[in-house]
Structure formats: structure tokens, C-alpha cells
């Protein structure tokens, strides 16, 4: 019985090339989740389909570097380059210059307001936005502020960042999106869904909201939930986070699931 995995098409190709082993070495970066402090050699080998010797050469190189440390136990952890280069990016890194784009297209698409909402207390805050060139729009404010327990962004708000969920919020988590009929304004509508971040927190709403005249329609809120899990994937990648979970909501996404979700 072999003790290495089967050997992947870059270890079969021990090639001199630069590249190349840049590609293994970030696969063995990759290999740590959110949720690992420390790994084997064995875990990270299995994990990259990497042979253990490819492994331990490139970990050494890692190490002194900075960015892999080799604890005493024969563990290995991240070391504090990453964190270093983190610092540099957040500083360096602002919100809108990921979402405005993404407003921008979702507004163009779907002809209605597009913003994006993080929580502040028991508010639910507009940090950008994008409105439409048509008349009849929902139109709202940088700035602007509305009571976190109405509106399909603070339900998502809430769904994310509570500890203790009611059934409906639960729902939320679960299918990874929110509408809302009537309930800031008795005219208009919204869908919103989460955004997240590195570490798999969540980083904001992405809304989109229009009359219920027109978004309200199940087909036209269904296009609209459909398009904001497609933003909310490139936000996500953008922000450094995995898409795995919105990308399957989005394949499973049903308009009756949506149609459903409307309150009679």
C-alpha cells in the first residue's frame, strides 16, 4: 500500500519553471481553513494531492519566509507574514471600491436601486448605492439609516450577526437570501442577500429594491435574487472569502422557493 497520494500532473512535471512552484506553494497556503490553527504534513499533503517530499521542500521554503511556521510538536501553522500583508491590504483596501462596480452593474441590469448595508447597532446603514435613470425608483441616501428589523437587508443583517435566531431568521441563513414586501414603505420591495469576508464573516447586504409594482412581480424578484447571489459570489472572492455556499444557492435558486417567501 503506498504511502503518498497518487502523484498530480504538477508534481508528475517537477518542473523548473518559477510558476510552477509558486502554484504549489500557494496550494500548500491554501490548504489552511479558517477553522485549522496547525496541520500535519500528512493533512497538508493530502490536502494539495502533493507528494510529502514536494511538500516538505516547499514548507522549508515557507518557513523562511515567514509565512509557515514549524511548531514544536512537528505541526505546522501560518506564520506572521500573512498577517503583515493583511495590514498592507486593509490598508490599502475600501469597501466601495469593490461594491460601487457591482451596484453599477446590478442597477444597469435589473433597472432599480442597488446599495449595499452593514449593521450599526439596531440600524441597518447605506454605505453605497446606485440608482437608476428611470422616474419611478426607490431612492435612498449614503448615509441614510433605517430600523435593522424591517427591510430584506436587515433581515440578512441579522440572520448573520445574531446569536439567537427566530425561525424565519434561521431560513435566512440557510438559503442565503432575503425579500421584503411593503415594510419600510408601503409602496416598494426589496431582495438582499450576504456578502463575505476571509474569515467567512459577513461584510454586508448587497440590495437591490424597487416599486412593488414592478419588483414585486415573483419572475421580477426572482431575476433579482438570482443576480445578487452572482454579485455577492465576486464580492465574496473580491473580499477574500469562500463562494461555495452562495454559488450552490444560486444553482438551486427556484422562483417558486422565491414566490413562497412572499407573505400573503
Sequence with gaps: MPSEPPMTAP???????GVAVLDRAFSILGAFSPADDRLTLTELSKRTGLYKS???????????????????????AVGPQPMRLAAIY???????SVIEPLLAELSAALNETASFYVRAAERRLVVSRVEPARAVRVSIRVGEDFDIRHGAAGKVLLAFTESELQPDMVAVRERLWATSYGERDAESCAASVPVFGALGELKGALTVSGPLSRLGVPQAMHAAVGALLDMAVRATIAFGGNPARLLTAGKHLQLDSVSAARPD
Design 54 to 76: 514536494t511538500v516538505l521542500r516547499l514548507l522549508v521554503a515557507l518557513e523562511h519566509g515567514g509565512f509557515i511556521r514549524k511548531l514544536e510538536d512537528g505541526l505546522y
Design 11 to 17: 508534481d508528475a512535471a517537477e518542473s523548473s519553471s
Design 90 to 96: 486593509q490598508r490599502s483596501f475600501r469597501v466601495d
